[in-house]
Structure formats: C-alpha cells, structure tokens
C-alpha cells in the first residue's frame, strides 16, 4: 500500500519527505483553508511547493459545485503542474465533470465516497482514484473499512483499474486496516503517519541499549 500525506502544511510534508515513504499528497479545501490559504491563487502557489517536495500524485479538488463550473474549475486547476489530480465530489454533477475531464486526459481522484454505488460510477465516468471517507462514515456509526473492502472486491472482479484511496484515515490501526482491506493507497495526516512508526518496545529497547552501552564505555 503506498502513502499520500493528507495535508495542505508545507512544512509537514517536507518532513515526512524525509523519511522516504511518502509517494503523493491529497488536499482539500477545508486543509488548506487550515493553513490560511483562501484563494485559488494562494492554493496554486502552495501545491507548487509541494510539487518540488513530492515527485508524485498531488490531489486538488474543485470548489464549484455545478459541473460545468467544475469542468472548467478542473481543467485550470490540470494545467498548474503534471502531477496535479483533480478531485471531485461523488455528485451527479461531478460524475459530468469527470467524464468531460478524463476524455482530456485529466487525472481525477473521486472524493467525498461513501457508498460503492458511488464507487462504481465514478469509476465508470473515468476517475483513477476514489476516495472512501473512513473516518467519517465510523463517525456515523457505520464500519468505513467494510466500504474499503467491498470497493476492492468489486473492482478486482469487474478489472476495473481506478485505484483505492483510503481516506479520511484518523489512526494507526485504520492504516493498517485498509492495507489488509487491500486498498492500493492510504492518505494519512502527519501525525498519522509519525504514530504508526511508534511503538513503546522500540523506546525501551533504544533506552536500554543506550545505558547499557555508556556502563559498558565507562568500565
Ligand atoms: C481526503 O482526500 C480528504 O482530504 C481527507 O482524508 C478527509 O479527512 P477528514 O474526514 O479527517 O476531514
């Protein structure tokens, strides 16, 4: 399973690039606007930056809510950088939007899913990512990894080759979860992805390698 960082913090991802394991980053508008950005040129600068710092898929999504707005919205937003993706909501108006987009070639990562039905059609309409919401559909009571799960299913059966992005990813066991699940992505926010490293066996362990060998050193 490979790791986007959820975020629109510059800073963030610079760090986690450091450590090597980060291969594309998803945004949203509510992220950015987290980190102060308010206008698409504002948003255009920021992704920009991340572009330097990632080599990889860097997810943008709309504001505009009818589909020929998105369409246009979408196709500005495809020409900021190759490896920006274009993210749409799981609306009728947005399955428009990805299927006048994808014919150009606009790489388009569906968002906001929460049911396979969605799934399907964007998949159909010519998304190459979906993005089921975990987090938030446990918040309602509902087991988000079972959408994950049958989102694998059908796609593995039907050959459909959108990919699964686990989103909405709130914990180190929802990381693991979906990577069982099969989902080929996970977007994760930095704090995340610093708790799945942590384990109190690694900390005791360094602890007593560290004092054993300064015993060692001064007898
Ligand atoms: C995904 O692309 C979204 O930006 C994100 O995962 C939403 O997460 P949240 O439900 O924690 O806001």
């Not at 150009?104 to 569906?110: G, L, P, T």
């Not at 919401?133 to 694998?152: N, P, Q, T």
């Not at 990919?163 to 926010?189: D, F, N, W, Y």
């Amino acid at each position: 399973m490979r790791i986007f960082l959820d975020t629109a913090n510059v800073d963030e991802i610079r760090q986690a690039a450091r450590m090597g394991v980060v291969s594309g980053v998803t945004t949203n508008p509510s992220l950015a606007a987290k980190e102060g950005i308010g206008t698409a040129a504002n948003y255009r600068e920021a992704i920009l930056q991340i572009t330097d710092i990632i080599d990889g898929p860097i997810s943008v999504e709309v504001v505009s809510l009818d589909a020929e707005a998105m369409t246009e919205e979408g196709w500005g937003i495809s020409k900021w950088h190759p490896n920006v993706v274009v993210k749409l909501p799981s609306t009728t108006a947005g399955l428009e939007a990805m299927h006048s987009l994808s014919k150009e070639a606009v790489k388009i990562n569906q968002t906001l899913c929460f049911s396979l039905n969605q799934a399907i059609l964007g998949s159909q309409a010519g998304s190459s990512y979906v993005s089921p919401f975990i987090g938030r559909l446990d918040d309602k009571g509902h087991d988000g990894m079972d959408l994950i799960r049958d989102i694998v299913e059908v796609f593995k059966i039907h050959e459909i080759k959108t990919e699964v992005l686990a989103a909405s990813i709130r914990s180190p066991l929802h990381c693991i979860m979906a990577a069982k699940a099969g989902a080929q992505i996970a977007t994760i926010p930095y704090k995340v992805l610093c708790g799945m490293m942590e384990h109190p066996l690694t900390d005791a362990g360094l602890d007593s390698f560290t004092k054993d060998w300064e015993y060692a050193s001064k007898s």
